[in-house]
């Protein structure tokens, strides 16, 4: 049975920074295709970043965040971290992760940036 499992998360200022991490048991996150997603209030959940298995891995993010956001594979521990800087208000949200191409989603984890 596979689960994944988000941490970090939390509240910051504007301007601060956070880091989420995606670990999973059943699966091996080391050999998959990782994304990152996010749910605000009454918004439907959208794509944040993602991440492949080619070598270090190459890795895509949404306009929104690019240039604030990085996602990181650890293969020796099996987990997938996104580090969030220059956070927003607008980034407050729920956050996912998911393997690419699977029905595999974490339970999600609140970052909440005040004003």
């Known amino acids: 049975q596979v689960q994944m499992m988000e941490s970090g998360g939390g509240l910051v200022q504007a301007g601060g920074s956070l880091r989420v991490t995606c670990s999973a048991s059943?699966?091996?996150?080391?050999?998959?295709?990782v994304g990152w997603y996010r749910q605000a209030p009454g918004k439907q959940r959208e794509w944040v970043a993602s991440i492949d298995t080619a070598g270090r891995g190459r890795t895509n993010y949404a306009d929104s965040v690019k240039g604030r956001f990085t996602i990181t594979r650890d293969n020796a521990k099996s987990t997938v971290t996104l580090q969030m800087n220059s956070l927003q208000p607008e980034d407050s949200a729920v956050y996912y992760c998911?393997?690419?191409?699977?029905?595999?989603w974490g339970q999600g984890t609140q970052v909440t940036v005040s004003s």
């Open positions: 998911h393997v690419l191409d699977t029905s595999y």
């Open positions: 059943g699966i091996f996150l080391s050999i998959k295709d």
